[in-house]
């Protein structure tokens, strides 16, 4: 399956997909001493976003999570890529700042967990293999 969307930032990577329906906060939903989802009752609580293609909608939260998606780079925690269906400002500058793949405009409901994903954020395309 190829899913084109735009490119949020630039890259080329493959792994494993992590998926949730939910909304993602780095500042105060992310430890970036783990990179372990600590936001109560959220999907991926107690789950690693550590070298995942990172899945969610949107982000939510401060402005503080972009720094934390930059602690999350500087300490090798962080996602190998963020696939979003709207990116958020929030996000976007986490990711420009980490140097991390992200495309968004993507419809996420068709990627699993689990599942191997490759992103090309320079032409905002994300491919599985069906």
């Given at each position: 399956?190829?899913?084109?969307?735009?490119?949020?930032?630039?890259?080329?990577?493959?792994?494993e997909a992590l998926v949730t329906t939910q909304d993602v906060?780095?500042?105060?939903?992310?430890?970036?001493?783990?990179?372990?989802?600590?936001?109560?009752?959220?999907?991926?609580?107690?789950?690693?976003v550590s070298g995942k293609i990172l899945v969610f909608p949107?982000?939510?939260?401060?402005?503080?999570?972009?720094?934390?998606?930059?602690?999350?780079?500087?300490?090798?925690?962080?996602p190998a890529a963020i696939i979003n269906k709207t990116v958020?400002?929030?996000?976007?500058?986490?990711?420009?700042?980490?140097?991390?793949?992200?495309?968004?405009?993507?419809?996420?409901?068709?990627?699993?967990?689990?599942?191997?994903?490759?992103?090309?954020?320079?032409?905002?395309?994300?491919?599985?293999?069906?």
């Amino acid at each position: 399956m190829k899913l084109s969307g735009r490119k949020v930032f630039r890259g080329r990577v493959s792994g494993e997909a992590l998926v949730t329906t939910q909304d993602v906060s780095f500042y105060g939903g992310c430890d970036p001493e783990t990179g372990v989802i600590i936001e109560k009752g959220h999907q991926l609580e107690g789950k690693s976003v550590s070298g995942k293609i990172l899945v969610f909608p949107t982000g939510k939260g401060s402005t503080v999570g972009s720094y934390v998606l930059y602690a999350l780079k500087k300490t090798g925690r962080a996602p190998a890529a963020i696939i979003n269906k709207t990116v958020d400002p929030v996000v976007a500058v986490g990711c420009i700042i980490s140097e991390i793949p992200a495309v968004d405009q993507i419809e996420i409901e068709k990627l699993l967990t689990g599942e191997r994903v490759d992103v090309d954020a320079d032409r905002g395309i994300v491919s599985t293999q069906d």
